[in-house]
């Protein structure tokens, strides 16, 4: 099973970037794709999850109204499109997929992807 990220980059504060995962390999549809990202001494939080199999999303709370997570199930690619950067979101991102869990926000996902950096600057 393979994640692969793309789309991390530097933007202006208000800008937007989208961020795409390329995933591989899978058998069956994981029930979860997420995005979650992880500053540098601090712990890893979830930002955004999708149901492939349904559609249904899920936010932290901080990004709802700026971030918007799709799934292209054709391509098994994970999208996550944000809008209104602040600087306070510059970190790795990482698509991660949990095959069988029944929520999002439980940090035991079973596939991880390396990782994409953005940052917001000013």
């Known amino acids: 099973v393979h994640l692969t990220e793309s789309g991390g980059g530097s933007v202006q504060i208000g800008g937007s970037l989208t961020l795409s995962c390329a995933a591989s390999?899978?058998?069956?549809?994981?029930?979860?794709m997420a995005w979650i990202r992880q500053a540098p001494g601090k712990k890893r939080e979830g930002v955004a999850a999708?149901?492939?199999?349904?559609?249904?999303?899920y936010y932290t709370d901080s990004v709802k109204g700026r971030f918007t997570i799709s799934h292209d199930n054709a391509k098994n690619t994970v999208f996550l499109q944000m809008n209104n950067l602040k600087p306070e979101v510059s970190t790795a991102y990482y698509c991660?997929?949990?095959?069988?869990?029944?929520?999002?926000?439980?940090?035991?996902?079973?596939?991880w992807g390396q990782g994409t950096q953005v940052s917001v600057y000013a």
């Open positions: 991660a997929a949990k095959l069988n869990g029944v929520d999002w926000y439980h940090d035991d996902y079973d596939h």
């Open positions: 390999g899978y058998t069956n549809r994981p029930n979860f």
């Open positions: 999708i149901q492939p199999m349904t559609g249904t999303s």
